[in-house]
């Protein structure tokens, strides 16, 4: 069975919540619109539904990236076979790169 980096595993998931809770909230957004088309509001039904449509694009846009993105940070958190067998998962840096420097604060 394979392990993964709890803290890497868990920022995987955090962020395809956030971003499932963006892309339900611009489906959300455009039911809105449209509702409102529908009790006569001042935008002409066929701007309703094209901004409507737009805004369902752009959701099913943003749920395929955060599909490929929680896939990226899933593949990243799984320990390598030596770190697994060594208990190395849980690092308290997890995470940080390690391969650049901040610069010294004046």
Known sequence: MKKYDPALRSRAWAGLA???AVAGYLIYLAVKIVSGMM????????????????????????????????????????????????GDGGDKDAGVRRDTESPPFK
């Open 18 to 20: 956030l971003r499932a």
């Open 39 to 86: 009790e006569g509001g001042p935008v002409p039904s066929w701007g309703a539904w094209g901004i409507a449509a737009a805004f369902a694009a752009v959701a099913v846009c943003f749920c395929v990236y955060a599909w490929k993105a929680f896939r990226k940070a899933w593949k990243a958190a799984a320990l390598s076979e030596e770190m697994a067998a060594a």
